[in-house]
């Protein structure tokens, strides 16, 4: 029943009734008051939700698109830069930086694990020279489930003095604590489909003092996603380009129910609802893709055994109207994962977990006692 | 009254219920069947709609954004370019080129003044050792409300035999005819909020075979806007990054709704309309801003005499809730734009006139009888 779907994907996320409703309204002029209205007050709200006393500016576009902005925004040709790479995410960084003619050097993980900070920071300390511009990580790898330890690994890179933190939080933003200016991050991109509560469709950079300082050298070729036009008319409370106004409508919704949620509640929703995916996971027998202790407030992965992630896949979406994300490249059909990021309840969850369950009973691959994930779900959900 | 606006500007564009519907529908996972059913589907009409059999591409982003890709993957740095530049759009490619690196020889005309065909023809014939790469040009000039000879200009570019015509028909594509293969286009760059009737967010790229050709040697550094990517996924029903999915479901509404129309009837009514709004306006003593002949289907610039035409503006939404376009840049206060492009009617070009004619007569300022404009256009739509 397509009308009745639940998304438990990281992206698109389940959106409010009440921000779809805020999206099918009629446009309105994209140069008048009431619009720079809705700019202004948004604007505000952001650097509420990134903690910061920076910048922070809507694109249309996507997650990458911010973090591409983030990126050729404040480096030059030829500068020295750490892409961390344990993903898909981390992948995508390097490729982005090494199209734009950057010294790549990628410290990785395997798929699963996290980013060792330590690496960071030696090839840091090393730098004596100050050669490094940039260190360029993912914080919550929407490919595996798992988190990198964003705060150590930016601690180091303020160590160092010189480089700058360009930090993917597209899929962490809004799920867990991301204290821009007090972590010292220089540049945070996400999306709207993510902790935002919206469709996708608008992406955004938080650009701090250091970020704008390097972007004074900055001189790697864009336009649309230059973001010196941005600053400039958003301090007017406008946009270089027509933005895509409906979802501006929905931005000012879905941001007046976080602010009334609360950062501190919203954080905890989250946690608790990790914590609960993964006690009924477990307690059913499946096994966890990310490393104990790694995982993602967003996402689970799971890597289910002798059987195809995706044949799971497919039976909790026909039986059940709920749909799981798959694998991506060489984790196709080794793991599913479920989202639990933005407007998810405990409803969500436990229902999640049940349908997994009742098609792991299906296959007959169900190891333990029928109920005994949905029993650790709820155990762990009235626990924290 | 917010609610009973009517946006006759030339973006966004009145919207229909039946797409706001759409768009205000829960959104699906973007890798999921269903969606790809719709960008299979929208994949085809957005052909019909540029009369092309090449690739129409969909971008997350606005028409700058497609228009930027369409001059960075089709050229290499350093590449000669001419550039038409006769307001503020045909400005903006210039702006875009250079940022690039490319070599850009400007034709110019006066805001107001189309491009003159035989200076290109001129400048073409010239380039014996055919080292002009691209012909960049505004068919519909927005900020003028001029509409430059596009058939001629590419068949000139044509005639060259090496050069591509790249083509910004952000305000005329759905408006008037562009067949794009017919008239050799090799790009064109269109916008969701214009003639497609739907909110801003989706631009969309058309590219031919020589425009892919030369993409095989361009080197100008991107990713989001690395339109090879676009190609491979859309040929699996799929997308590079996470697209606006709403604004898909919104896409899919509109292209059914104007092939419905036909693409015969949209050009008709974009030309009665146009004639009606040239009517009235003129009936009433105003004075075009095009020169005689060239005015745009999509848009009407008006430069009223001895008043900052923005009071008249100002009025006529105070007084009648109908949003019309200031002057951009230097032709602020001196002229205002009725957009009458997509889905707009009779009586909202019936009632734009009155709106107008009757603020003129408030201001004391209407020079023949009252009901002149409107009696204007009404003929005139009867005559059409």
Redesign the interface.
């Known amino acids: 029943m ?2 009745k ?1 639940t ?1 438990m ?1 990281p ?2 996320t ?2 409010p009734e009440s921000v ?2 805020s ?10 008051g ?1 619009f720079q209205t809705i700019i202004k007050k948004t604007t505000e709200q952001l650097k509420w939700l990134h903690q910061t006393n920076g910048d922070v500016l809507t694109i ?6 911010a973090m ?1 902005a983030g990126i050729i925004n404040t480096l030059k040709k030829g500068d020295k830069v750490i892409c961390g790479d344990n993903g898909k995410f981390g992948e995508r960084w390097v ?2 930086a090494k ?3 950057l010294d790549v050097q990628v410290i990785k993980a395997e798929w699963g694990s996290p980013l060792d900070p330590n690496k960071f920071k030696a090839m840091l300390e090393e730098d004596t020279m100050k050669s490094i511009r940039a260190v360029i990580i993912t914080h919550s790898e929407t490919s595996t489930g798992v988190i990198n330890d964003l705060s150590t690994i930016s601690h180091h890179v303020r160590n160092h003095g010189d480089a700058l933190t360009i930090a993917d939080c597209v899929t962490s933003l809004g799920a867990c604590n991301v204290p821009m200016d007090q972590w010292g991050i220089d540049v945070i991109a996400s ?1 709207s ?1 993510k902790g935002y509560m919206m ?3 608008l992406s955004f950079v938080a650009m701090g003092k250091r970020a704008w300082e390097a972007n004074k050298t900055s001189d ?7 973001l010196k036009p941005y600053l400039k008319t958003v301090q007017n409370n406008s946009s270089p ?7 501006y409508f929905a931005l000012e919704t879905s941001l007046n129910m976080m602010q009334a949620e609360g950062l501190d509640s919203i954080f905890k929703r989250h946690s608790r609802h990790q914590k609960a995916t993964q006690a009924g996971i477990q307690a059913m027998g499946l096994e966890l893709f990310a490393e104990n202790g790694c995982g993602s407030p967003a996402i689970t992965a799971v890597k289910p055994q002798d059987i195809d992630a995706e044949k799971i896949r497919k039976l909790v979406k026909d039986d059940f109207d709920i ?1 799981l ?2 694998g991506q490249d060489h984790l196709k059909g080794k793991v599913f994962r479920i989202g639990h990021l933005g407007f998810v309840n405990d409803r969500d969850v436990i229902t999640a977990v049940a349908a997994i369950e009742g098609t792991l009973n299906k296959l007959g691959l169900l190891k333990f006692p029928m109920g005994s994930g949905v029993s650790a779900t709820l155990s762990s959900l009235k626990e924290n």
Chains 1, 2 share one sequence.
Do not use: C, M
């Open positions: 397509q009308d779907l998304l994907i992206g698109p389940p959106v779809l409703n999206l099918g309204k009629h446009p309105i002029g994209h140069r008048s009431e249309t576009g996507s997650g990458t698109a591409e490729k982005v199209a734009y003619g999306g489909q469709p996708p469709g790697l070729p864009k336009f649309y996603l230059d380009f027509t933005p895509a106004v409906n979802l749909l994300a798959g």
